[in-house]
């Protein structure tokens, strides 16, 4: 009672129109803040755009169908038709690696592993996310290619009707193909993915755990029919996240792929550039306008492609939210 008294005395105290005006501040400093990242990204098209008009006009290769990506100081032929290949093929990958693995640890640690066993757990993966890329890609090329080279070459002497699986232009013997990038693009993504799927099972309703039990359900069950359609949305909006970091990485994938090697079609071992890595890889070609320009227009692609990922994504969340 004294202290509902109290606050009730503490708001008759409030001058209304001092009330009204720090309403309308705290309104105008939220609105400011949210709006402050759409200028942000627009601003950030824009200038690419601008940047990447000039030698758009001066390319004379197709930007979207060729495989050339040749700069000079007085001529460009550039396209994007590889580059987009090794990016999207090693992220979505890399996804499909990352997801099972990081939904499995986040049930595991929301529904079976015990309080002492859970944070320290957690907070192992978690330091997943705090390893340098260049760690990530030296470990990558040195530790993991040649541990996977027995299985690299089970999959692409048995599974090689498989266009994915096909014999690319690498030698599996040196690691340096999409397929050693993949994986490890899905342990550097693995730790967002968990993170996030590991706070959205913990909303899970208790009334909906409980009820699930009370019918008699088993903890699988519990599971299945209450804590994963929960949180579905929460994983793909995760998945995405993950998927935008495996897109723009740069160091790692620029140590591991062989980029001297043509990718001739959608198989795991073929090597090449991503965007990003390609963009890295050039950077001493900065100086001169046209050949910045063709790189601008490369970044600008995955900037694109980013966008159009993430969008989609959301349009995904927001309708298993409303079904």
Do not use: C
């Not at 066993?117 to 040649?146: C, E, K, N, T």
């Not at 014999?167 to 340096?176: E, H, I, R, T």
């Not at 209450?226 to 740069?250: C, D, K, Q, W, Y």
């Amino acid at each position: 009672m004294g202290n509902g008294s109290v606050a009730k005395s503490a708001l008759a105290d409030v001058d209304p129109h001092s009330a009204r005006i720090r309403e309308r501040l705290f309104k105008f400093a939220a609105s400011a803040a949210g709006s402050a990242i759409v200028v942000a990204i627009g601003l950030i098209a824009l200038f690419l755009l601008v940047r990447a008009i000039p030698a758009l006009r001066a390319n004379d290769a197709n930007f979207f169908t060729s495989a050339k990506f040749e700069t000079s100081t007085d001529r460009v032929a550039f396209g994007i038709r590889d580059l987009f290949m090794v990016t999207v093929l090693s992220s979505i990958t890399a996804l499909v690696l990352a997801v099972p693995i990081a939904v499995g640890i986040a049930v595991f640690l929301t529904q079976y592993a015990p309080q002492r066993l859970s944070r320290p757990f957690a907070a192992m993966v978690d330091l997943l996310a705090a390893v340098p890329s260049i760690v990530y890609g030296l470990w990558g090329i040195f530790v993991l290619a040649p541990q996977i080279e027995p299985l690299a070459r089970f999959l692409n002497e048995n599974l090689d009707w498989i266009f994915l699986f096909s014999k690319g232009n690498v030698s599996l013997a040196g690691g340096g193909t999409i397929f050693t990038a993949s994986i490890v693009l899905a342990v550097m993504i693995l730790p967002i993915i968990t993170s996030v799927s590991r706070e959205v099972f913990r909303q899970t309703p208790k009334m909906q755990i409980e009820a699930a039990q009370a019918l008699g359900a088993t903890k699988w069950e519990v599971i299945r029919t209450t804590v994963l359609p929960f949180g579905r949305s929460g994983v793909i909006a995760a998945s995405m996240l993950g998927l935008g970091r495996a897109l723009g990485e740069t160091v790692a994938v620029l140590i591991i792929l062989r980029s001297a090697a043509k990718p001739g079609n959608w198989s795991l071992f073929d090597g090449g550039y991503t965007f990003a890595s390609k963009i890295a890889s050039a950077a001493a070609e900065f100086s001169e306008p046209l050949p910045t320009g063709a790189y601008i227009s490369a970044g600008f692609a995955l900037f694109v492609l980013t966008f159009v990922v993430n969008a989609a994504a959301r349009a995904v969340a927001g309708g298993k939210v409303n079904g």
